[in-house]
Nanobody, 114 residues
Framework: QVRLVESGGGLVQPGGSLRLSCATS????????MGWYRQAPGKERELVAT???????NYVDSVKGRFTISRDNGKKTLYLQMNSLKPDDTAVYYC????????WGQGTQVTVSS
């Protein structure tokens, strides 16, 4: 049974940093491409960063240069380092495959506010 558990969110001031984690179980994590999504109030859930099993990454323009996606295949865990955070980054953040093939976890709330 696939399980995705996101953590690491919180309240941070503009310009601050957070590191999100996504612990996975039930998937052959090592070979799977994975991604981080976010959903702001009243908006569609959007894919902001992806990483392949071999470590190639891709980002949506709005987070390029500020966010870094990474993975630890031994721990079956996905990470998102978020720097220079802006109020527009406020959202619930989720992990999943780029094709959204797994059941969603509970997400982790990120709030950027002074």
């Amino acid at each position: 049974q696939v399980r995705l558990v996101e953590s690491g969110g919180g309240l941070v001031q503009p310009g601050g940093s957070l590191r999100l984690s996504c612990a996975t179980s039930g998937i052959f994590f090592r070979i799977k491409s994975m991604g981080w999504y976010r959903q702001a109030p009243g908006k569609e859930r959007e894919l902001v960063a992806t990483i392949t099993g071999t470590g190639s990454t891709n980002y949506v323009d709005s987070v390029k240069g500020r966010f870094t996606i990474s993975r630890d295949n031994g721990k079956k865990t996905l990470y998102l380092q978020m720097n220079s955070l802006k109020p527009d980054d406020t959202a619930v953040y989720y992990c999943n495959a780029p094709d959204r093939s797994y059941s969603w976890g509970q997400g982790t709330q990120v709030t950027v506010s002074s």
